[in-house]
């Protein structure tokens, strides 16, 4: 059972990317899927997550979205009008806490490798 997480990069402020996360090994139409962000010195935290219903932390509310395909077995982290403070690694994971949002670390019980993304001011 493997995520794995792509898309990251550097850009400037404002710009936009897309987060991929692509799973294999099983399917994860039950599971809840999470995109987390850990930035240097921080906590890791729920960035997004898509399960029987959809959850943005406050920060990323009106710029980020959260998508999925379960036919591809596959997540997606729209980022739009990205700031500086959304530097961080990007992680995806997924949780069998399907019906409500989990923002627990320890809940989720698959995590991809991680993707580096980077706003320049």
């Known amino acids: 059972v493997q995520l794995q997480a792509s898309g990251g990069g550097l850009v400037q402020a404002g710009g936009s990317l897309r987060l991929t996360c692509a799973a294999s090994g099983r399917s994860f139409s039950a599971y809840a899927m999470g995109w987390f962000r850990q930035a240097p010195g921080k906590e890791r935290e729920l960035v997004a997550s898509i399960g029987q219903r959809r959850y943005y932390v406050d920060s990323v509310k009106g710029r980020f979205t959260i998508s999925r395909d379960s036919a591809k077995n596959t997540v997606y982290l729209q980022m739009n009008s990205l700031k500086p403070e959304d530097t961080a690694v990007y992680y995806c994971?997924?949780?069998?806490?399907?019906?409500?949002?989990?923002?627990?670390?320890?809940?989720?019980?698959?995590w991809g490798q991680g993707t580096q993304v980077t706003v320049s001011s």
């Open positions: 994971a997924a949780t069998p806490y399907y019906g409500g949002v989990r923002t627990e670390v320890r809940l989720y019980d698959y």
